[in-house]
Every structure is written in structure tokens, then in C-alpha cells.
């Protein structure tokens, strides 16, 4: 299994606050009003417990909430990929309305496969933690 984690990312609010937010994925719907994200993703859809969206050259993905660990941690499994892929978000609140996040991804990729996809998720593994942290920040802070 090869591991990409994300840089931490701050959310201006308690770990309680957040962890409500990302522990039912139908609050992720702000993420389709950013544009940045819509460049990227094609044919959002949400619920509770699931995600689904369109990636130009690798189709339709998605990813379903397989565990919460109350204010500590979501974890999720990917669908529609042809290899192992997990990833979970962690939470730890540092301060009153400061709580750090990050986001690691699991994948058991084939070696070649691995090669070429490798920078992409690293890349990858940030955007997705800017975006949310910033779709985060603007919902709880106005």
C-alpha cells in the first residue's frame, strides 16, 4: 500500500463543529459552487454517506464513509476504481475554534500503474484538503 497525506490544514471552528460537518457528506454540496472544484470534477452527487463524481480520463469515482470515530476521524472506502484505495480525514482540535485537519489516502496500486499516477495523487491529496478547508472555513465563518 502506498500513502499520500495531505499538509494540515486549520478549520476555525471545534472539532465537534467539524467533525458534524464532514461525518455527513450531504454537507459537502458547497463544494459544487466552487469553481476551482468544478474545473476538476464533472457530476457531483451526495448523500449522507457517499460522494460520486466524474474525473476527465478516468470516469465515474466515488467514495462511501465505512467508519466515524466521533471529532477524531472519518474513514472511506473508493468505488468504481480498479484497485484497493482508502482514505479517511482526521481531525485534532488544538484551541477553542482551532482544529487541524488531514487528509491520507491508501491506495495498493500496481507498480506501473503506481508510476503513473503517483505525483497526481500527491498533488491530488492537497487540493482536496485546500478545497474542503476552505469550503469548511467559509460555511462555519460566513
Do not use: H
Amino acid at each position: 500500500m502506498t500513502t499520500y497525506e495531505s499538509d494540515i490544514k486549520t478549520i476555525s471552528s471545534g472539532e465537534e463543529v467539524v467533525f458534524g460537518l464532514i461525518s455527513d457528506l450531504n454537507n459537502l454540496q458547497m463544494l459544487k459552487d466552487d469553481g476551482r472544484v468544478q474545473e476538476k470534477l464533472k457530476d457531483l452527487t451526495f448523500d449522507a454517506d457517499s460522494c460520486s463524481f466524474t474525473v476527465d480520463m478516468l470516469g465515474n469515482i466515488g467514495f462511501r464513509i465505512i467508519d466515524r470515530e466521533p471529532f477524531k476521524t472519518v474513514k472511506m472506502e473508493v468505488f468504481n476504481v480498479p484497485m484497493q484505495m482508502n482514505f479517511w480525514i482526521q481531525l485534532k482540535q488544538v484551541a477553542d475554534n482551532d482544529t487541524k485537519m488531514k487528509l491520507t489516502l491508501k491506495a495498493d496500486f500496481p507498480t506501473m500503474i503506481k508510476m503513473m499516477v503517483d505525483s497526481k495523487l500527491k498533488e491530488g491529496i492537497n487540493t482536496i484538503a485546500g478545497y474542503l478547508a476552505d469550503g469548511l472555513n467559509k460555511k462555519l465563518n460566513g
